[in-house]
């Protein structure tokens, strides 16, 4: 809408640079919507959420604002309700990368087989990851709730529980089931990604190992598994990032409670910054969050280098 | 082409994979169906326990849609979502044909910088966002919101649409500029319509990504009647608890036309997906 004017009126003004101007001027101009919003939405509110977090600010004026160093750094550290959010990251980020890639390469594989049913699956494991966090988070509260809950009906139904186990409200399987739910609405993407890479497994080194004599796993592993390093770690990358930034689900779900048990960095941000407008820390937060995710991407480029 | 790439499954196999995905499609469709249940109960029975409603109430859809004010909330999602898709193909669309057929002085760093934006989570700007839009006047506004939508789909849509560029070949935009072509013109007459599979790309990704947006919707609008569906749907969350027949019809509501689109264009929504993350 803001761009399509400019868009418009780029006509005129493009005209004139092929008279005088460089191509190298055309192209700039061509880039610039890009480089303008990109810079004015993304890159200027890094710098200055790093500038806010080495101060202390309300979030109202300008004016209040004071100088404060490493302090609000300092304070997480021997805070431990980060610490605890920082682990809570950390379980659901490493928890949910490696059982989305597992449950992902498996089925996968599955639908590869194109066996009768296959393709079925495929568009119904797809349905999730169409759908906002907010309405997947809503649709496991309703399936996890105490009384009524679909989970609680199954097991009373099978004699393995005679009181209803409040699952989102207890602090030993709150975390558990929000890896749970969000497992259950990205396992159809990573099987989407992996099915693509299998079909870029080379026929050839494939017929060459049936051709040695080769078992299924022993294709499976030397074969198969190293055509897809690269799914695997863009997988694996989109995975962690995503994992790292987690709030919508947990925020509807359980908003990280109970008693802190599901509090992610994402969440803990938002309270420090929006509840208790303490913009510095909030900021820092973020700052931690950005470091992460940029870390992960860093690693994974030397992990591909090195396969 | 390579029903090899699985240790190929013997044909006495065939039946057990079959009835093992349909199970699976079971189990994963189980939470929907939950829901599909709930919505159809009434509010007492949505306590009881019971799989199926036992006196269906197909009138929840409509008492949602009332109560909620759906038909605004519809309304709102889809402008900023058609917007910030539109504005977001367009203007990543010259970037990246000025990144791929005419290079300038610095248009790889500049590039590489774009491309950190992949990685930046929008959770973490939510603090200078909401004061930058207050600055601009651009606060609780559904146009601000878009942009905003716009400014963080930029660099996976230019890195889409300059992996595509770039198998276009320099020739023949050179016999367009010959022929007197301005840049533009050899943009959106020449490159624009080969590039329809790129555009699909981009504009489901957006789509997808934009109509589901939590987090800034939360933190950018303040009026619940510029609200986008998945705020609105929010908002109700942890109001009443006894309408929960309600919420479960409003969720089955909102997500129904993302599911529509799908089935008619399943084919295009995977490769999209698949493509937008393969690419990086």
């Known amino acids: 809408m803001t761009a399509a004017p400019l868009a418009a009126a780029g006509t005129p003004m493009v005209r004139r640079f092929r008279r005088r101007a460089s191509p190298g001027a055309v192209g700039l101009a061509l880039a610039a919507p890009t480089l303008c919003i990109f810079a004015g939405l993304v890159a200027i509110p890094v710098a200055s959420v790093v500038v806010t977090s080495f101060t202390s600010w309300t979030g109202f004026d300008i004016s209040g604002i004071g100088w404060l160093g490493i302090e609000n750094y300092a304070g997480l550290l021997t805070d431990p309700i980060f610490l605890k959010a920082f682990a809570n990251t950390l379980i659901f980020t490493v928890a949910t990368t490696v059982l989305l890639n597992a449950v992902g390469l498996g089925l996968a594989l599955l639908v590869n087989t194109r066996a009768h049913g296959t393709a079925f699956l495929k568009a119904v494991l797809f349905l999730p990851v169409l759908l906002s966090p907010v309405i997947v988070g809503l649709m496991w509260s309703g399936l996890l709730r105490g009384v009524g809950g679909g989970l609680n009906q199954l097991l009373g139904f099978l004699g393995l529980i005679h009181q209803p186990v409040f699952w989102l409200g207890d602090g030993r399987f709150a975390l558990a089931a929000v890896i749970i739910a969000t497992v259950w609405q990205f396992a159809g993407y990573d099987m989407i990604l992996y099915y693509a890479g299998l079909q870029n497994v080379p026929d050839t080194l494939l017929e060459a190992a049936e051709l040695d004599g080769a078992r299924a796993w022993e294709k499976f592993l030397h074969v198969v598994l190293p055509a897809l390093y690269h799914v695997m770690s863009v997988v694996a990358l989109l995975n962690v990032i995503g994992g790292l930034r987690i709030f919508d689900i947990v925020y509807v779900m359980t908003r990280g409670g109970p008693s802190r048990s599901t509090e992610v960095l994402a969440t803990y941000m938002y309270e420090q910054g929006f509840q208790l407008n303490a913009m510095g820390v909030a900021s820092a937060l973020a700052v931690v969050l950005i470091v992460l995710a940029i870390g992960a991407s860093a690693l994974r480029l030397r992990v591909l280098r090195h396969v | ?280």
């Open chain 2, 1 to 280: 082409m390579s029903e090899l790439a699985l240790p190929a499954a013997p044909r006495k196999f065939r039946p057990a994979l079959t009835i093992g995905s349909l199970l699976l499609s079971i189990v994963v469709l189980t939470p929907v169906l939950w829901i599909f249940s709930l919505s159809l109960k009434t509010s007492r029975e949505t306590l009881r326990p019971g799989l199926l409603p036992t006196d269906p109430q197909p009138g929840n859809y409509v008492e949602a849609w009332n109560r909620y004010g759906l038909g605004q909330l519809f309304l709102n999602s889809a402008m900023v979502t058609v917007g910030s898709v539109i504005v977001t193909v367009m203007v990543s669309m010259s970037a990246a044909y000025a990144f791929t057929k005419i290079p300038f002085k610095g248009s790889e760093a500049l590039f590489s910088l774009l491309l950190l934006g992949v990685v930046i989570p929008p959770s973490a700007l939510v603090v200078p966002l909401l004061i930058e839009m207050r600055y601009l006047g651009l606060y609780d506004n559904r146009a601000g919101l878009a942009l905003v939508y716009v400014a963080f789909g930029l660099p996976i849509s230019t890195l889409v649409f300059r992996g595509f560029f770039a198998t276009i070949p320099g020739e023949l935009v050179e016999a367009a500029r010959l022929d007197g072509c301005t840049e533009l013109q050899i943009l959106w007459r020449i490159i624009a319509p080969m590039a329809k599979g790129a555009i699909a790309t981009v504009v489901i990704l957006m789509f997808l990504a934009n109509w589901n947006e939590f987090i800034l919707a939360l933190v950018l609008l303040r009026n619940a009647g510029g609200f986008t569906l998945t705020l609105g749907i929010n908002a109700q969350l942890g109001q009443y608890t006894s309408d929960y027949h309600l919420i479960a019809a409003a969720s089955m509501i909102a997500a129904l036309p993302v599911f529509l689109v799908y089935l008619v264009l399943q084919r295009q929504f995977e490769r999209g997906v698949a493509e937008g993350a393969l690419k990086s």
